[in-house]
C-alpha cells in the first residue's frame, strides 16, 4: 500500500518570512552530517543503485548466471510481439481504471455517508477500514474460500435462485480478473475513505452556510463546495490509486499467479513470473521498467508539489 | 397535524435510512471476516460435508494447531516479528535524524536530497527486485532475515524522513537556539527534542507496512524455514489444498498481531494514514 503524504491546506496564519533567521545554525556540524549520510547511503545501497542497475539489465539479455549480454533495446522490441505482455498491459489498465476509479468513488461515497459526527458512525467507520491492516495475502486466501466451485459465492446464488449463475470465479479466463479485483477494492476503500474524511474534515462550515443562504440545494453544495474544497485530496487520492495499482502484486499472486492462461496477469505478477520462474532476467528488467514508465508522470508530479511545499 | 411533527418524522426516517444504508455496507465489509473466523473453527468433516456457507455444526481449535505447528506458523510469525521490529525501530530512527538535518540545518542541497529520498520510496518495487535479490546474493547475505531488513529499511526510510521533516519544520526554531545556549549540542537536541516527534503513528504505520509485505519477502528469501507470516500463508495454500479450516485459522494467526497494534493505536494509526491532514 502506498501511503503519501496529503498537502498542507494554506493555514490563516501568514508563512513566516523566509531567509537564514528563521533557520537553524548556518554552519552544519560534522554530526548532522553524518545523520544525513547514514540514512542516505541506506538508501543508495538498496534502492538507488539497485535503480540504476535494473534500468541497465533492461538493455541486456541474463540468466543470473552468465554474464549479462548486451541486446540494446531487444527486449522492448520482442515485447511488441509478445501476447502475454499485450494481455497483461491490457490487464493492467483495466485494474487502474476498476480497482483504481471505484475504491476512489466508493471511498469518497463512504466518507460523504460517514462525514457527520452520529450515533454509530464510529462502528460503520472501524467496519469499512478494519481490512486496511490486513495483508493482501490473508485477504487474498479469505475471498479463495468464497469462490471455490463449493464456495459461499456459489451457495449464495444458489440460495437466492440464481443457480444458473454458479461458477469456478477464479479458474474462468472471463471472471478471474474480476474476481481478484473484488478483494483488493475491499481492502482499499477503507483507506480511501480515511483521506477523503480528513478532507471533508477541513472543509470550513461556513463555506456550506453561506451556499445554503445563497439556496443552494444539496447536490450544487456537494458540486461547487465540496468538489472544489477536495482539490488536494483529489490529487494525493490520483496518486495513491496510481502507485498502488501499478504495484498490485501481493492480491493477484496468492489467487491466480497471474492465470488462468494469463488471464489474469497484471504487468506486476508477469515481470515476477518472467524473472524469477522463466529467469530471463534482462527481459524481466524490460518489464520492470514499463512500469517505471507508467509511473513516472505520477511520480514525478507528486515531487513537484512535494517539492513547492518542502520550503 | 402540525408542521413541527412532520419535520420530527421526516428527520427519524433520514436517520433509520442513514442507519439501514451504512449498516449494510458494513455487514457486507464484516461478512468475509465473520466468514473467515468461524471457518476457523469448523472441523475438515464439517465443512466437507455440509460446504462453506453452512451454518457451523462443529467447534474445534484444532485448525490453530494444524497451522502453527504443522504448518510452520510459528516459525514464521517469529521470523515476521523478528523482521518488522527492528526494521521499524531502525527506519525511524535513520529517518528522524535525516529529518533533524535536513529541516534543521542548512544542509547544501536540503530540497534535492529530501525529494531525492521520497522519489526513492515512490518508485514502483519492481525495478528494483532482479538488482535487490543479486545484491544480497553479492552481499553473501541472500535467503537470510538480514536481507530482508535491510531492503525494507533502505526502502521506506524515504517516506519517513519526507513526513518528520514535515513535523520538524513545524518546531519553533526559538526552542532550538535555547537549547543551543543552554549548551546543548546537536545529539542533545535530536534526543531530548526531535527523536520524541517520532510518534507512535509513525510506529503503527510502518509495522502493519512491513509486517503484511510479500513481495520483498519472496525476492531475497527462498527457503521455507525463513520465510515471513505472508509468504508462510501461501506455502500454507499449497500444503492444506482445500482444507478451508487449516487456511482460515492460518489466515487469523497472520492478521491477529496487525489488528492488535491497529486496536491498540487506532487513532495513531488514521492519523499516520493522514499524516500532513492532521498535522
Redesign the interface.
Known amino acids: ?3 503519501l ?4 491546506r494554506t493555514s490563516p496564519a501568514p508563512p513566516p518570512p523566509r531567509g ?1 533567521r ?8 560534522p ?3 553524518a ?2 549520510l ?3 547511503l ?2 543508495a ?7 540504476l ?3 541497465y ?1 533492461a538493455l541486456t539479455n541474463w540468466d ?1 548466471v552468465s554474464a549479462p549480454e548486451f541486446v540494446g533495446l531487444g527486449n522492448f522490441r520482442e515485447m511488441a510481439h509478445d501476447q502475454v505482455f499485450r494481455t497483461a498491459a491490457v490487464d493492467t489498465v483495466l485494474w487502474l481504471v476498476l480497482f483504481g476509479g471505484l475504491s476512489a468513488l466508493l471511498g469518497l461515497g ?1 466518507a460523504l ?2 462525514q457527520q459526527e ?1 450515533r ?2 464510529g ?2 467507520r ?6 486496511v ?6 485477504t487474498a ?6 469462490y ?1 466451485p ?3 459465492l456459489n ?2 446464488l444458489e440460495t437466492v435462485g440464481l443457480g444458473s449463475l454458479r461458477h469456478a470465479w477464479l479458474a474462468d479466463q472471463d471472471t478471474a480478473l474480476y474476481a481478484v479485483i473484488v478483494p483488493a477494492l ?1 481492502r482499499q476503500v ?2 480511501v475513505m ?2 477523503y474524511l ?2 471533508l474534515k ?1 472543509i470550513d462550515p461556513a463555506l456550506y452556510e453561506a451556499a445554503k443562504v445563497d439556496g443552494a440545494g444539496p447536490w450544487q453544495r456537494f458540486r461547487h463546495v465540496t468538489l472544489p474544497q477536495l482539490r488536494g ?1 483529489n490529487a494525493v487520492v490520483l496518486s495513491v490509486i496510481i ?1 498502488d495499482s ?2 498490485s ?2 492480491v493477484v ?2 489467487l491466480t499467479r497471474g492465470g488462468p492462461y494469463h488471464s489474469s496477469e497484471l ?2 505478477t508477469y ?2 513470473s518472467t ?2 520462474q522463466s529467469l530471463r ?1 534482462g527481459y ?2 524490460a ?3 514499463v ?2 514508465v507508467l ?1 513516472f508522470g505520477v ?1 514525478a508530479s ?2 513537484v508539489r ?2 513547492r511545499e ?2 | 397535524m402540525s408542521a413541527t411533527s412532520t419535520a420530527v418524522r421526516r428527520k427519524r426516517a433520514a436517520t433509520a435510512g442513514f442507519h439501514l444504508g451504512a449498516g449494510a455496507l458494513a455487514v457486507l465489509w464484516l461478512l468475509p471476516i465473520a466468514l473467515v473466523l468461524v471457518t476457523s473453527l469448523r472441523s475438515f468433516d464439517d465443512i466437507a460435508v455440509h460446504g462453506l456457507g453452512s451454518w457451523p455444526r462443529s467447534f474445534t481449535l484444532d485448525n490453530f494447531r494444524q497451522a502453527w505447528v504443522d504448518g510452520g506458523q510459528q516459525r514464521a510469525l517469529i521470523n515476521s516479528l523478528v523482521v518488522t521490529i527492528p526494521c521499524v525501530l531502525v527506519t525511524l530512527a535513520l529517518a528522524a535524524m535525516a529529518a533533524f538535518a535536513l529541516s534543521r540545518y542548512e544542509v547544501p542541497f536540503r530540497r534535492s536530497l529530501l525529494l531525492l529520498m521520497l522519489g526513492g520510496n515512490l518508485l514502483p518495487p519492481q525495478i528494483l527486485l532482479i538488482p535487490v535479490s543479486k545484491l544480497s546474493e553479492l552481499m553473501g547475505v541472500y535467503d537470510t532475515l538480514p536481507a530482508l531488513i535491510g531492503v525494507q529499511i533502505g526502502f521506506g526510510v524515504g517516506f519517513y524522513v519526507f513526513v518528520l521533516h514535515g513535523f520538524m519544520r513545524a518546531i519553533p526554531v526559538e526552542i532550538q537556539q535555547a537549547a543551543l545556549i543552554d549548551g546543548a549540542g546537536p545529539w542533545q537536541i535530536f534526543r531530548r527534542i526531535i527523536l520524541p516527534l517520532t510518534r507512535p503513528a509513525l510506529a503503527a504505520l510502518s509495522f502493519t507496512w512491513i509486517f503484511n509485505d510479500l513481495l520483498w519477502a519472496i525476492t531475497v528469501l527462498r527457503s521455507d524455514s525463513k520465510m515471513p507470516i505472508t509468504g508462510a500463508l501461501i506455502g500454507l495454500q499449497g500444503q492444506f489444498v482445500s482444507m478451508w479450516n487449516v487456511i482460515a485459522a492460518g489466515s487469523v494467526i497472520a492478521a491477529a498481531p496487525t489488528v492488535a497494534v491497529f486496536l491498540r493505536f487506532q487513532r495513531h494509526f488514521v492519523a499516520g494514514l493522514n499524516l500532513g491532514a492532521v498535522k
Open positions: 500500500m502506498a501511503v503524504t496529503v498537502p498542507e537564514r528563521t533557520r537553524g545554525p548556518r554552519r552544519t556540524p554530526l548532522v552530517l545523520f544525513l547514514v540514512p542516505l541506506a538508501e545501497v538498496w534502492v538507488f543503485w539497485p535503480a542497475q535494473g534500468f539489465l543470473g463512504a455517508l460517514l452520529r454509530g458512525v462502528f460503520y472501524a467496519a469499512l477500514f478494519r481490512p491492516v490486513f495483508s493482501l495475502v490473508a486466501l479469505v475471498w479463495q474460500a468464497i471455490q463449493d464456495g459461499v451457495q449464495l475491499w477503507g483507506y480515511v483521506l480528513a478532507g477541513g485530496v502507485i501499478l504495484r502484486f501481493d499472486w496468492s504487468l506486476s515481470m515476477y524473472a524469477f532476467l524481466g528488467s518489464l520492470a521498467v512500469i517505471f509511473a511520480i507528486y515531487l512535494a517539492f518542502a520550503d
